[in-house]
C-alpha cells in the first residue's frame, strides 16, 4: 500500500520485540519511496513532487546517547554534502516557542533537548542559526539549507530528534534500574528526498555533472561510418568496466556531432577515426575545452576508471 512516511512502520519494528538499554542504539534504515497527495499547484519540477524517494533512518536511543549518535548523523549529512560537491550550504536550528507546551506536554524536556543538540552542532563546526518557534511539534530540528540559482533558500533535508512518538506509540526499554523508559528518537534522511536532491544537483552543476555523476559519462564520435565498427568495440569495452557510455552513429555531420555532446554536456568526448583505429588509440575531449589529447585507449580507459573511483570534479583534473 501507499505510505505518507516511514516513521509508524519503523516504530512498529522497534515494538515487536522487547528492548533492554544493553540494545541501544537500534538503528532502522529503509531506501524507499513515500507519496503524498500534492495539491497540483504546490508541485513544482522535482522540487516537489508526489512520489517521494529516501534513504530513510531512525535511531532509537537513551537519552546518554543522544548526543553522540546526533553528531555522527550530522556528519553523515555533512559527508555526503561535501562527496556530491555542495559547499555553499548552512544549517538552520529550529526551536521551540519560549512556552513550550504547545509542542509537548512536558515543556522542561525541551531545554535538556535542545541543549544537547545545540553542543552536537557546535562539535561539528558548522555555522548555523537559530530559529524560535519552527521546530517540529515532536522536538527540535535542523535543516540543511542551500541557495538555489535564483539565490533563494531552500531546505534539502532535515535531522530530527523526537521527544513525543516513542510515548504515543507506547515504544520502550528496559533500564539498568529495571524500570520501562521510552527512548529517544533521531529522524534521519541525509540526502531530504532524492528528486528534491537532483533538482539542486542540477543547479548546482549547471548540467556539467563531473564524471562519476553523469547519466552519461562518455560518448565516442566517429569520424566517418566506416570507424563505427571500432567506436562500438571500445564502448564495449568501457561497458564491462560499468560506465555508462553512448556512440554517436547517427548521420550528423561530424562538427554537429561534437556540438551536440557539448550542448547536453557530456564530460568526455572520444573521437575515432583511421589513426586511432589503427594504433588502438582515441581523441579526446573534456566538455567545457577545445583542446584534444591525442591517447592510447588503455591510457584513456586507466585514467577515466580513476577519476571515477576517486569521484573527481573534471574542473580540477
Not at 45 to 58: F, I, K, S, Y
Not at 123 to 138: C, K, L, N, Q, T
Amino acid at each position: 500500500y501507499l505510505k505518507p512516511m516511514n516513521c509508524p512502520h519503523h516504530h512498529m519494528i522497534y515494538k515487536a520485540v522487547p528492548r533492554s538499554y544493553r540494545d541501544l542504539p537500534v538503528r532502522f534504515a529503509e531506501y524507499g519511496t513515500c507519496y503524498r497527495y500534492e495539491q497540483s499547484g504546490e508541485l513544482a519540477g522535482l522540487l516537489r513532487v508526489r512520489a517521494l524517494t529516501m534513504n530513510d533512518a531512525h535511531i532509537y536511543c537513551t537519552p546518554e546517547q543522544v548526543k553522540e549518535e546526533f553528531i555522527r548523523v550530522m556528519r553523515l549529512h555533512i559527508d555526503y554534502y561535501k562527496l556530491f560537491g555542495l559547499q555553499d550550504f548552512w544549517m538552520r536550528l529550529s526551536l521551540a516557542e519560549e512556552d513550550a507546551t504547545k509542542f509537548v506536554d512536558d515543556p522542561e524536556v525541551w531545554p535538556r533537548a535542545e541543549a544537547l543538540v545545540m553542543e552536537a552542532m557546535d562539535e561539528v563546526e558548522i555555522p548555523y542559526e537559530s530559529v524560535r518557534g519552527e521546530a517540529a511539534f515532536y522536538g527540535p530540528k535542523i535543516d540543511f539549507q542551500v541557495s538555489n540559482v535564483v539565490g533563494r533558500e531552500e531546505t534539502a533535508s532535515t535531522n530530527q530528534l523526537d521527544l513525543v512518538m516513542a510515548g504515543r506509540f507506547g515504544l520502550a526499554y528496559k533500564g539498568a534500574d529495571g524500570q520501562d523508559h521510552a527512548p529517544m528518537i533521531i529522524h534521519r534522511a541525509p540526502l531530504g528526498t532524492h528528486e528534491r536532491f537532483c533538482a539542486f544537483l542540477i543547479e548546482h552543476y549547471g548540467g556539467a555533472f563531473p564524471t562519476w555523476l553523469a547519466p552519461v559519462q562518455v560518448r565516442i564520435i566517429p569520424v566517418a561510418p566506416t570507424f563505427s565498427e571500432y567506436a562500438h568495440q571500445l564502448r564495449g569495452e568501457l561497458h564491462r568496466n560499468f560506465l555508462r557510455i553512448e556512440v554517436d552513429d547517427s548521420h550528423d555531420s561530424f562538427g554537429k556531432k561534437i556540438r551536440n555532446g557539448a550542448t547536453v554536456k557530456i564530460p568526455n568526448l572520444l573521437i575515432v577515426g583511421s589513426e586511432e583505429q589503427s594504433n588502438q588509440a582515441v581523441t579526446w575531449q573534456r566538455y567545457g575545452s577545445k583542446a584534444r589529447e591525442a591517447v592510447a585507449f588503455a591510457e584513456f580507459q586507466s585514467r577515466i576508471l580513476e577519476e571515477n573511483r576517486n569521484r573527481a570534479d573534471w574542473r580540477n583534473v
